[in-house]
Nanobody, 122 residues
Framework: QVQLVESGGGLVQAGGSLRLSCAAS????????MGWFRQAPGKEREFVAA????????YYADSVKGRFTISRDIPKNTVYLQMNSLKPEDTAVYYC???????????????WGQGTQVTVSS
């Protein structure tokens, strides 16, 4: 069993930065691929970024490539999403997710956090 708790969301002006954190509990966190997803009001949840269990391979949605960086600190059981050059269209609830095996850009994750709100003002 893995439990995920996101933090770091908030209100920021366009062009600003935020760093989201996802703290995981569970003895086998290091063997899970991790992903970040987001859901804007009235829209479906969408893939943002993912990282494999070693942290060597990362994947990004085209909409955030070059602006967002996913990373993980295995000893701290934490995954991060550094978000730079934020835009109003990045406004959404951001969710952390974990899955056994390789990272995926689909919703096929085993565990999900409760989400953290990110609001980008213009």
């Amino acid at each position: 069993q893995v439990q995920l708790v996101e933090s770091g969301g908030g209100l920021v002006q366009a062009g600003g930065s935020l760093r989201l954190s996802c703290a995981a509990s569970g003895r086998t966190f290091s063997s899970y691929a991790m992903g970040w997803f987001r859901q804007a009001p009235g829209k479906e949840r969408e893939f943002v970024a993912a990282i494999n269990w070693t942290g060597d391979n990362t994947y990004y949605a085209d909409s955030v490539k070059g602006r967002f960086t996913i990373s993980r600190d295995i000893p701290k059981n934490t995954v991060y999403l550094q978000m730079n050059s934020l835009k109003p269209e990045d406004t959404a609830v951001y969710y952390c997710a974990a899955r056994r095996g390789v990272p995926r850009a689909t919703m096929e994750y085993d565990y999900w956090g409760q989400g953290t709100q990110v609001t980008v003002s213009s």
